[in-house]
Protein backbone atom coordinates (compact mmCIF):
# COMPACT_ATOMS: atom_id res chain seq x y z
CA UNK A 1 0.00 0.00 0.00
CA UNK A 2 1.57 3.07 -1.21
CA UNK A 3 1.64 6.29 1.30
CA UNK A 4 -0.06 9.04 0.42
CA UNK A 5 2.32 12.65 0.05
CA UNK A 6 0.28 14.31 2.85
CA UNK A 7 1.33 10.97 5.46
CA UNK A 8 4.76 11.53 6.16
CA UNK A 9 4.14 15.29 7.04
CA UNK A 10 1.53 13.94 9.80
CA UNK A 11 4.24 11.34 11.07
CA UNK A 12 6.91 13.61 11.13
CA UNK A 13 5.96 15.75 14.04
CA UNK A 14 4.95 12.64 16.54
CA UNK A 15 8.04 11.28 15.86
CA UNK A 16 9.76 14.12 17.17
CA UNK A 17 7.51 14.35 20.22
CA UNK A 18 8.10 10.88 21.07
CA UNK A 19 11.72 11.46 20.73
CA UNK A 20 11.56 14.28 23.08
CA UNK A 21 9.94 12.43 25.39
CA UNK A 22 12.11 9.74 25.08
CA UNK A 23 15.08 12.22 25.68
CA UNK A 24 13.04 13.07 29.11
CA UNK A 25 12.96 9.75 30.53
CA UNK A 26 16.38 9.49 29.84
CA UNK A 27 17.44 12.42 31.50
CA UNK A 28 15.30 12.01 34.27
CA UNK A 29 16.71 8.39 35.03
CA UNK A 30 20.13 9.53 34.82
CA UNK A 31 20.04 12.06 37.62
CA UNK A 32 20.97 10.84 41.06
CA UNK A 33 18.01 10.36 43.16
CA UNK A 34 18.53 11.66 46.91
CA UNK A 35 18.77 9.11 49.39
CA UNK A 36 16.32 8.83 52.43
CA UNK A 37 15.36 12.95 51.33
CA UNK A 38 13.17 13.86 53.96
CA UNK A 39 11.87 17.40 54.93
CA UNK A 40 12.40 19.16 58.08
CA UNK A 41 8.83 19.22 59.27
CA UNK A 42 8.78 15.35 59.39
CA UNK A 43 11.77 15.12 61.50
CA UNK A 44 11.37 18.32 63.62
CA UNK A 45 8.71 20.37 65.48
CA UNK A 46 8.75 24.10 66.71
CA UNK A 47 8.79 23.53 70.71
CA UNK A 48 5.43 24.75 72.32
CA UNK A 49 3.75 24.44 69.64
CA UNK A 50 1.64 21.31 70.86
CA UNK A 51 -1.68 19.48 71.51
CA UNK A 52 -2.90 19.75 74.66
CA UNK A 53 -5.29 16.94 76.54
CA UNK A 54 -8.39 17.82 78.02
CA UNK A 55 -10.52 15.88 80.31
CA UNK A 56 -13.99 15.54 81.91
CA UNK A 57 -16.73 13.92 83.95
CA UNK A 58 -20.21 13.91 82.81
CA UNK A 59 -23.60 12.21 82.31
CA UNK A 60 -24.87 10.24 79.75
CA UNK A 61 -28.79 10.48 79.61
CA UNK A 62 -31.17 8.65 77.12
CA UNK A 63 -30.31 5.03 77.49
CA UNK A 64 -32.68 2.68 76.72
CA UNK A 65 -32.29 0.65 80.09
CA UNK A 66 -28.44 -0.03 79.54
CA UNK A 67 -27.24 3.09 82.40
CA UNK A 68 -25.34 2.12 85.12
CA UNK A 69 -27.02 0.24 88.22
CA UNK A 70 -27.32 2.74 91.37
CA UNK A 71 -26.71 0.53 93.75
CA UNK A 72 -23.53 -0.72 92.59
CA UNK A 73 -22.32 2.80 91.34
CA UNK A 74 -23.25 5.73 94.28
CA UNK A 75 -21.42 8.23 92.24
CA UNK A 76 -23.47 8.35 89.77
CA UNK A 77 -26.47 8.78 91.97
CA UNK A 78 -24.60 11.75 93.36
CA UNK A 79 -23.60 13.14 89.99
CA UNK A 80 -27.38 13.50 88.93
CA UNK A 81 -28.66 15.17 92.31
CA UNK A 82 -25.27 17.67 91.88
CA UNK A 83 -27.00 18.45 88.44
CA UNK A 84 -30.32 18.78 89.71
CA UNK A 85 -29.74 21.14 92.43
CA UNK A 86 -27.93 23.14 89.99
CA UNK A 87 -31.13 23.25 87.91
CA UNK A 88 -33.54 24.11 90.80
CA UNK A 89 -34.70 20.68 91.63
CA UNK A 90 -34.11 19.08 95.03
CA UNK A 91 -34.34 15.67 95.73
CA UNK A 92 -35.70 14.40 98.98
CA UNK A 93 -33.37 13.04 101.14
CA UNK A 94 -33.91 9.24 101.72
CA UNK A 95 -34.99 9.11 97.89
CA UNK A 96 -34.12 6.37 96.12
CA UNK A 97 -33.46 6.89 92.60
CA UNK A 98 -33.64 3.62 89.88
CA UNK A 99 -31.64 5.33 87.15
CA UNK A 100 -31.42 3.06 84.14
CA UNK A 101 -31.16 5.57 81.59
CA UNK A 102 -28.15 7.44 82.93
CA UNK A 103 -24.48 6.55 83.13
CA UNK A 104 -21.57 8.24 84.13
CA UNK A 105 -18.93 8.89 81.75
CA UNK A 106 -15.66 10.17 81.60
CA UNK A 107 -14.68 12.61 78.28
CA UNK A 108 -11.87 13.21 76.37
CA UNK A 109 -10.18 15.34 73.81
CA UNK A 110 -7.31 16.89 72.28
CA UNK A 111 -6.85 20.41 71.87
CA UNK A 112 -4.99 21.14 69.04
CA UNK A 113 -2.36 24.11 68.88
CA UNK A 114 -3.70 27.85 67.21
CA UNK A 115 -7.47 26.61 68.04
CA UNK A 116 -9.73 29.79 69.16
CA UNK A 117 -12.84 29.85 71.02
CA UNK A 118 -15.82 29.06 69.24
CA UNK A 119 -13.82 25.86 67.37
CA UNK A 120 -15.46 22.76 67.43
CA UNK A 121 -13.32 19.19 68.37
CA UNK A 122 -14.20 15.89 68.46
CA UNK A 123 -14.38 13.87 71.90
CA UNK A 124 -14.20 10.60 73.42
CA UNK A 125 -16.93 9.44 76.09
CA UNK A 126 -16.26 6.06 77.73
CA UNK A 127 -18.18 4.63 80.93
CA UNK A 128 -16.83 4.41 84.46
CA UNK A 129 -19.61 2.28 86.02
CA UNK A 130 -21.70 -0.70 84.69
CA UNK A 131 -23.39 0.50 82.17
CA UNK A 132 -23.96 -2.01 79.61
CA UNK A 133 -24.22 0.54 76.47
CA UNK A 134 -24.14 4.09 75.50
CA UNK A 135 -25.81 3.72 72.31
CA UNK A 136 -28.05 6.64 71.53
CA UNK A 137 -27.70 8.21 75.06
CA UNK A 138 -26.61 11.95 74.86
CA UNK A 139 -23.88 13.60 76.89
CA UNK A 140 -25.03 16.32 78.85
CA UNK A 141 -22.95 19.82 78.63
CA UNK A 142 -19.47 18.81 80.45
CA UNK A 143 -16.67 21.03 80.95
CA UNK A 144 -12.91 19.93 79.91
CA UNK A 145 -10.26 21.19 81.96
CA UNK A 146 -6.33 20.78 80.94
CA UNK A 147 -3.22 19.91 83.34
CA UNK A 148 -3.61 23.37 84.89
CA UNK A 149 -7.68 22.59 85.79
CA UNK A 150 -8.69 25.35 83.75
CA UNK A 151 -11.65 25.19 81.88
CA UNK A 152 -10.58 24.76 77.87
CA UNK A 153 -13.40 23.50 75.93
CA UNK A 154 -17.19 22.47 77.06
CA UNK A 155 -19.09 18.97 75.61
CA UNK A 156 -21.94 18.43 74.60
CA UNK A 157 -24.02 16.23 72.62
CA UNK A 158 -25.41 13.10 70.93
CA UNK A 159 -23.12 9.88 71.03
CA UNK A 160 -22.46 7.64 68.09
CA UNK A 161 -21.30 4.13 69.33
CA UNK A 162 -19.68 1.92 66.50
CA UNK A 163 -21.53 -1.28 67.72
CA UNK A 164 -24.65 -3.16 68.87
CA UNK A 165 -25.71 -5.84 71.14
CA UNK A 166 -29.19 -7.32 72.03
CA UNK A 167 -29.76 -10.43 75.22
CA UNK A 168 -32.65 -12.40 76.40
CA UNK A 169 -33.07 -15.03 78.52
CA UNK A 170 -29.30 -15.32 79.82
CA UNK A 171 -28.47 -15.18 75.72
CA UNK A 172 -26.25 -12.13 74.48
CA UNK A 173 -24.83 -11.11 71.52
CA UNK A 174 -22.41 -7.75 71.02
CA UNK A 175 -20.91 -6.70 68.02
CA UNK A 176 -18.09 -4.46 69.08
CA UNK A 177 -17.43 -2.03 72.04
CA UNK A 178 -20.66 -0.55 72.90
CA UNK A 179 -19.17 1.02 76.53
CA UNK A 180 -17.17 3.92 74.50
CA UNK A 181 -18.56 6.47 72.06
CA UNK A 182 -17.46 9.28 69.99
CA UNK A 183 -19.22 12.56 69.37
CA UNK A 184 -17.52 14.37 66.14
CA UNK A 185 -16.91 18.04 66.43
CA UNK A 186 -18.93 17.61 69.98
CA UNK A 187 -16.89 20.23 72.25
CA UNK A 188 -16.45 24.07 71.63
CA UNK A 189 -13.02 25.68 72.87
CA UNK A 190 -13.56 28.34 75.59
CA UNK A 191 -10.19 29.57 75.98
CA UNK A 192 -7.53 30.07 74.04
CA UNK A 193 -3.95 28.35 74.66
CA UNK A 194 -1.16 30.54 74.09
CA UNK A 195 2.26 29.70 71.92
CA UNK A 196 5.49 30.69 71.62
CA UNK A 197 5.30 31.66 67.99
CA UNK A 198 4.67 35.48 68.47
CA UNK A 199 7.47 35.92 71.26
CA UNK A 200 11.17 36.65 71.34
CA UNK A 201 13.66 36.57 68.79
CA UNK A 202 14.03 33.45 68.15
CA UNK A 203 12.43 30.28 68.17
CA UNK A 204 13.32 26.31 68.60
CA UNK A 205 13.21 23.55 66.98
CA UNK A 206 12.58 20.46 68.47
CA UNK A 207 14.09 16.98 66.47
CA UNK A 208 11.47 13.64 66.90
CA UNK A 209 15.01 12.17 67.96
CA UNK A 210 18.08 12.76 69.16
CA UNK A 211 20.88 12.58 66.97
CA UNK A 212 23.17 14.75 66.37
CA UNK A 213 24.27 14.40 62.63
CA UNK A 214 20.39 15.19 62.22
CA UNK A 215 20.65 18.33 63.95
CA UNK A 216 23.87 19.75 62.35
CA UNK A 217 22.00 19.40 58.74
CA UNK A 218 18.52 21.14 59.97
CA UNK A 219 20.83 24.26 61.11
CA UNK A 220 22.64 23.77 57.98
CA UNK A 221 19.89 23.73 55.27
CA UNK A 222 18.37 26.93 57.36
CA UNK A 223 21.68 28.43 57.09
CA UNK A 224 21.83 28.10 53.65
CA UNK A 225 18.27 28.68 52.33
CA UNK A 226 17.83 32.10 55.33
CA UNK A 227 21.73 33.30 55.43
CA UNK A 228 24.58 32.30 57.98
CA UNK A 229 23.77 32.16 61.48
CA UNK A 230 20.08 31.93 61.09
CA UNK A 231 20.05 28.96 63.27
CA UNK A 232 22.12 26.73 65.52
CA UNK A 233 22.49 23.53 66.85
CA UNK A 234 22.65 23.90 70.53
CA UNK A 235 22.70 19.61 71.22
CA UNK A 236 21.52 16.36 69.51
CA UNK A 237 17.23 17.48 69.68
CA UNK A 238 17.57 21.23 69.66
CA UNK A 239 18.11 23.51 67.14
CA UNK A 240 17.79 27.33 67.65
CA UNK A 241 16.34 29.69 64.95
CA UNK A 242 16.43 33.27 64.85
CA UNK A 243 12.97 35.15 63.74
CA UNK A 244 11.64 37.86 61.75
CA UNK A 245 10.17 40.23 63.86
CA UNK A 246 6.86 40.69 62.00
CA UNK A 247 3.86 38.29 62.63
CA UNK A 248 3.08 37.43 59.00
CA UNK A 249 7.03 37.09 57.95
CA UNK A 250 7.37 35.04 60.87
CA UNK A 251 4.48 32.20 59.47
CA UNK A 252 5.85 33.00 55.88
CA UNK A 253 9.21 31.97 57.47
CA UNK A 254 8.08 28.78 58.78
CA UNK A 255 6.59 27.75 56.09
CA UNK A 256 9.60 27.92 54.53
CA UNK A 257 12.39 25.91 56.57
CA UNK A 258 9.42 23.20 57.13
CA UNK A 259 9.70 22.28 53.35
CA UNK A 260 13.09 22.73 53.63
CA UNK A 261 15.08 19.23 52.28
CA UNK A 262 17.77 17.07 53.82
CA UNK A 263 19.46 13.99 53.11
CA UNK A 264 19.85 11.80 55.73
CA UNK A 265 22.34 9.62 56.61
CA UNK A 266 21.34 5.85 57.33
CA UNK A 267 19.41 5.78 60.76
CA UNK A 268 21.30 3.78 63.59
CA UNK A 269 20.86 0.20 63.59
CA UNK A 270 17.84 -0.96 65.81
CA UNK A 271 15.74 -4.18 66.50
CA UNK A 272 12.40 -3.46 68.12
CA UNK A 273 10.73 -6.70 69.68
CA UNK A 274 7.49 -6.75 71.20
CA UNK A 275 7.25 -9.05 74.07
CA UNK A 276 3.46 -9.39 74.41
CA UNK A 277 2.88 -9.52 70.87
CA UNK A 278 5.65 -11.95 69.50
CA UNK A 279 6.13 -8.92 66.67
CA UNK A 280 10.31 -8.12 65.54
CA UNK A 281 11.00 -5.16 63.88
CA UNK A 282 14.20 -3.91 62.47
CA UNK A 283 15.68 -1.22 59.97
CA UNK A 284 17.77 -1.63 57.27
CA UNK A 285 21.15 -0.56 59.13
CA UNK A 286 21.02 -4.20 61.05
CA UNK A 287 23.97 -6.43 60.27
CA UNK A 288 24.43 -10.22 61.05
CA UNK A 289 28.07 -11.51 62.34
CA UNK A 290 28.81 -15.07 61.53
CA UNK A 291 27.57 -17.55 63.86
CA UNK A 292 26.33 -20.53 64.88
CA UNK A 293 22.61 -21.48 66.25
CA UNK A 294 20.83 -24.13 67.56
CA UNK A 295 17.26 -23.90 68.54
CA UNK A 296 14.79 -26.83 69.33
CA UNK A 297 11.54 -26.57 70.90
CA UNK A 298 9.96 -27.62 74.32
CA UNK A 299 6.28 -28.74 74.65
CA UNK A 300 4.61 -30.06 77.37
CA UNK A 301 1.05 -32.11 77.25
CA UNK A 302 -1.36 -32.13 80.34
CA UNK A 303 -4.54 -34.57 79.28
CA UNK A 304 -7.25 -34.74 82.16
CA UNK A 305 -9.53 -37.79 82.06
CA UNK A 306 -12.66 -38.03 84.73
CA UNK A 307 -12.76 -41.60 86.44
CA UNK A 308 -15.97 -42.41 88.50
CA UNK A 309 -15.60 -44.30 92.17
CA UNK A 310 -18.45 -46.49 92.89
CA UNK A 311 -18.66 -48.37 95.93
CA UNK A 312 -20.24 -52.04 96.49
CA UNK A 313 -23.93 -52.70 96.19
CA UNK A 314 -23.83 -53.77 100.03
CA UNK A 315 -21.21 -50.52 100.80
CA UNK A 316 -21.80 -47.60 102.90
CA UNK A 317 -19.96 -45.78 100.30
CA UNK A 318 -20.69 -42.88 97.84
CA UNK A 319 -19.82 -42.47 94.57
CA UNK A 320 -16.77 -40.25 93.68
CA UNK A 321 -15.54 -38.93 90.48
CA UNK A 322 -11.83 -39.22 90.42
CA UNK A 323 -9.32 -36.38 88.23
CA UNK A 324 -6.37 -38.61 86.48
CA UNK A 325 -3.95 -36.34 84.41
CA UNK A 326 -1.30 -37.70 82.25
CA UNK A 327 1.81 -35.33 81.83
CA UNK A 328 3.91 -36.01 78.97
CA UNK A 329 7.31 -33.54 77.85
CA UNK A 330 8.20 -33.89 74.42
CA UNK A 331 11.41 -31.71 73.35
CA UNK A 332 12.24 -31.49 69.83
CA UNK A 333 16.27 -31.51 69.03
CA UNK A 334 17.18 -28.44 67.35
CA UNK A 335 20.29 -28.71 64.81
CA UNK A 336 23.43 -26.88 64.74
CA UNK A 337 22.91 -23.87 61.93
CA UNK A 338 25.77 -21.93 60.77
CA UNK A 339 24.72 -18.36 59.98
CA UNK A 340 26.61 -16.21 57.73
CA UNK A 341 27.24 -12.88 57.92
CA UNK A 342 25.33 -10.24 56.41
CA UNK A 343 25.72 -6.88 55.31
CA UNK A 344 22.45 -5.93 54.32
CA UNK A 345 18.79 -6.48 55.76
CA UNK A 346 17.49 -9.40 52.92
CA UNK A 347 20.59 -11.17 54.55
CA UNK A 348 19.98 -10.81 57.77
CA UNK A 349 15.97 -11.76 57.15
CA UNK A 350 17.14 -15.07 55.07
CA UNK A 351 19.72 -16.14 57.73
CA UNK A 352 16.76 -15.92 60.33
CA UNK A 353 14.47 -17.95 58.19
CA UNK A 354 16.59 -20.77 58.05
CA UNK A 355 16.31 -21.23 61.70
CA UNK A 356 12.06 -22.00 60.88
CA UNK A 357 11.35 -20.58 64.55
CA UNK A 358 8.46 -18.52 65.05
CA UNK A 359 8.15 -14.83 66.19
CA UNK A 360 8.27 -15.59 69.81
CA UNK A 361 11.26 -18.32 69.42
CA UNK A 362 13.16 -14.98 67.70
CA UNK A 363 13.16 -12.80 70.75
CA UNK A 364 15.06 -15.24 72.96
CA UNK A 365 17.09 -16.40 69.84
CA UNK A 366 18.38 -12.28 68.97
CA UNK A 367 18.84 -11.41 72.99
CA UNK A 368 20.98 -14.30 72.99
CA UNK A 369 22.93 -12.99 69.50
CA UNK A 370 23.24 -9.74 70.67
CA UNK A 371 24.59 -11.30 74.20
CA UNK A 372 27.12 -12.96 71.39
CA UNK A 373 28.16 -10.14 69.67
CA UNK A 374 26.28 -11.43 66.63
CA UNK A 375 23.99 -8.73 66.13
CA UNK A 376 25.35 -5.32 65.30
CA UNK A 377 21.89 -3.56 66.30
CA UNK A 378 20.26 -1.84 69.27
CA UNK A 379 17.73 -3.91 70.72
CA UNK A 380 14.43 -2.25 72.07
CA UNK A 381 11.54 -4.45 73.92
CA UNK A 382 8.59 -2.55 74.13
Same mark, same amino acid.
Given at each position: MALSPFEPRRLLPRLLSLGALLCVLALALALPVPAHAVRIKEVAAVQGVRNNQLTGYGLVVGLDGTGDQTTQTPFTTQSLNAMLQQMGVTVPPGTTMQLRNVAAVMVTA?????? $????? +?? $?? $?????????LRGGTLVATPLKGADGQIYALAQGNLVVGGAGASANGSKVQ???????? +???????? %?????????GEVLSLGLNAADFDTARQVAQAINRAKGTGTAMALDGRVVRVRMPVGAGERVAFLADIENLQLEL? %?????????? %????? =???????????? =??????????NTTPQVSQPNAFGQGQTVVTQKSDISITQQGGNLVQMPAGTKLADVVKALNLLGATPQDLLAILQAMKSAGALNAELEVI
Amino acid at each position: MALSPFEPRRLLPRLLSLGALLCVLALALALPVPAHAVRIKEVAAVQGVRNNQLTGYGLVVGLDGTGDQTTQTPFTTQSLNAMLQQMGVTVPPGTTMQLRNVAAVMVTAVLPPFA $VPGQA +ID $VN $VSSMGNSKSLRGGTLVATPLKGADGQIYALAQGNLVVGGAGASANGSKVQINHLSAGR +IPEGATVE %REVATPLQQGEVLSLGLNAADFDTARQVAQAINRAKGTGTAMALDGRVVRVRMPVGAGERVAFLADIENLQLELA %RPAAKVVLNA %RTGSV =VMNEAVTLGACA =VAHGSLSVTINTTPQVSQPNAFGQGQTVVTQKSDISITQQGGNLVQMPAGTKLADVVKALNLLGATPQDLLAILQAMKSAGALNAELEVI
